[in-house]
């Protein structure tokens, strides 16, 4: 998201909030977060992919919903009514779809699409493809099966994307249709904006739904959650249950939230687009990791890259809680001070909070319980300690692979399971042994700040392995670090 | 939430903004105000060593270095903004891009060749500062070493060659077009025959002097102190390209000269008068001025020209015109021009690979330190 935009959806915001109806704002909000969608989609080298991939964002979240929203209504005129708004909703979508695509015949003012939209015949053949998928899918809803199905695509192509050997296979295969050389094929061509997110949000969909913890939505609704502007591409992951309290209460923007979301806007930005942008010009990255000479200096890099990430990030978070402020969505906070906190457990309750929240909730919680089911008579099989390591080596290792299938982002997310364990049996270990710390409130207070360093420290040499591409490169700068 | 007027909340912030704009020009020592050198505050030289040569880069992401017109953050990020020492005979090299050391790293440079032959004179440690900065313009070194002044030098060496002495080519560097009140100051102050009311010298703006107007040169400033990071993790201060196309040896068949054409080249067509201006602003601190060495192509038309940048006779009759010169005002120079063998050349006609400028080197310090 760059400044112009910025500005775009400030402004955007700024009317939705203030001279939105009730009956409107779902409208305007949908139709906004769909075209944002489009136009911040960056360029692809693959024809019309970058018309095609957010095409795809709306007809997988139309799938889902479709599959997971409820079958039967028992209030016979609810039901009608339903079906005609989502009947509305539909069309507006496919609509929508069908303008950006005949932007192409608006020169010099095209397109919204960073590239020229596909002919239009083919979008309303994918239209009437996705829309022949949707009305199965609703005959199906619900079923275990089928939901299942649908998590492992996600997932599938959640490792395809993530995978550099798997993109670009991919890329080969979509230039080879599109009569396009296949010799430039890149991992890089599939760069599908929001995904992450976007598959976070329609897996935790599926799993409620399965659950049975999924509320009622309408298609409006869901589409709205799914693709909101201001955290499509960078998160936070709300919970739809949350997020819908949210959307369904009446908001007019008053005075008040203005000026609290145009604050975090301001803290935003300026943490993205002065901190952020200015700490990445001097931030450790895989060129000057080998053209520094220095120890002293590459610790300086280092730091730099810790700080970088850190307000890159939590600044894309508070420009998408400003925003959703100024829509009345209280998007849920991701960072709290994570540099301040003594040990990597209380780093990672505060650190892109929602998705370890998201893993806790969909993954380790259920792994560790179901690891503890394992029985041999009246006990658990496994000790704690064991059912604990796999949980939390396993979930950190998730986390790495999420940012890419590599060796060194799995490295990194080892580095930090490792951590969270560790800390985890030294908890336990030092609790009864350094209670008398409790009487010298000093002492305390200073080996509060140890951990804090020492844990700042391992959090930052943990940032070599997600920087640098390769583990022998990390693993050298992590000698060079040290002296060697 | 107490009680905020948001109509009092965007007075205030309105007129804020409008002060720190107004009140910006007036405080500020942005490129286009003052004529006069002033000191810059500079984490050069302090935190990070100063660098060797001047802030100069297209690709700053690669070579953690950038282009920018304020001479006062320039100078005060290069490292004869370091205190002098009392033993110290300070010496200035002023020049285009093959000063600079285009494509050389600063260990190759020829300051730091000047530099590794450990001169002395009279018991004083000679240091050689290279203020080379990679454009075409005698009136550029001239704006350069009025600054240079402010750092005590006890020697000024400046290298030129024809292609930096045409009228047409003084105002064209970028960095004098960003500095059009010093420059239009020199002008009137040396009655140099350039012409100040030159739209390449147009005044900056009131708005453009605002906070706002000056939003890029702040910003250039911020990024050159972020750059002393880099600089002093990486001693790079340049982009080296993984390969170049050497010096154009088969040349066109054409003898002019900047709409020159034979058989004379006319003093006048030169701005001789800049270098006369150099000398004077210099006052007591001697001046010497070398002639440097050009690529002499053996290739196609080479009997019309000596290289890409000029016809024989163009070439022939600046140098009787500068050694004229010389003998006339009493200046002392050197004549290097065909010191450097055609193997010595990197990607231009004057850019020298390391070992031409040690022998440059050598040639300046035995005719300036050895005689």
Known sequence: MSLSHLLVFVILSLVLGRIASARWRGRFLLAASGLAMYWLQPAIPIRHLDFWLPTATLALSVLVWASTAPGVEVDEDKRCLQQRQNRITALTLGGLVLVIALLRYTQPLCCLTPTIPPAVHQVLLALALAAGIGWAARRISGRRPWLHALTLVLLAVFVVLKSEFLAQAASSGLRLLNGQPTATASALDLRWLGFSYVAFRLIHSLRDRLDGRLPELSLEEFIIYILFFPAFTAGPIDRVQRFIQDLRRPFRLGLEDALAAGRRLLIGVFNKFVLADFLAIIALNAVNATQAHATGWLWILLYAYAFRIYFDFAGYTDIAIGLGGLLGIRLPENFDHPYQKPNPTLFWNSWHMTLAQWLRGYYFNPLTRSLRMIKQGQSSLLPLPLIIFIGQVTTMLFIGLWHGLTWNFAIWGLWHGLGLFIHNRYADWSRPRLAWLDERPGLKRLSELGSVLLNFHFVTLGWVWFALPTPALAWQTLLKLFGG | MQNVSARRVLIKALLIFLAANLLFPVFSSSPGKGAEPKASPSLYNFVFPGRQRLPYGDQPDLAYNLSLFDLDAMFASHIIAAPKAEDEYRVVLLGDSSVWGFLLEPQDTLSAYLNAAGLSLAGRQVTFYNLGYPTMSVTKDLLLLEHALAYQPDLIIWLVTLESLPRDKQLSSPIVQHNPVPVRTLIETYALDLDPADPALENPSFWQRTLVGQRRPLADFLRLQMYGVMWAATSIDQYYPPSYDSPQ????????????????????????????????????????????????????????????????????????????????KDWDCLDAWDLVSLGEYTNSAIHLTPAGEKLLADQISQVTFKK
């Not at chain 2, 004379?264 to 001046?287: F, H, I, K, N, R």
């Not at chain 2, 053996?298 to 290289?307: A, C, D, E, L, P």
Request: charged share 15%; with cysteine; hydrophobic share 40%.
């Open chain 2, 249 to 328: 040896s088969d040349l066109e068949a054409d003898d002019s000269f900047h709409g020159l054409l034979p058989p004379t080249l006319q003093a006048s067509d030169l701005a001789l008068d800049v270098l006369q201006a150099g000398v004077q602003m210099a006052g007591e601190v001697p001046v010497l001025f070398v002639n440097e060495p050009i690529y002499i192509s053996q290739g196609q038309n080479s009997n019309i020209r000596y290289n890409f940048f000029y016809p024989r006779w163009a070439y022939d009759q600046y140098r009787q015109v500068l050694l004229e010169t010389c003998q006339q």
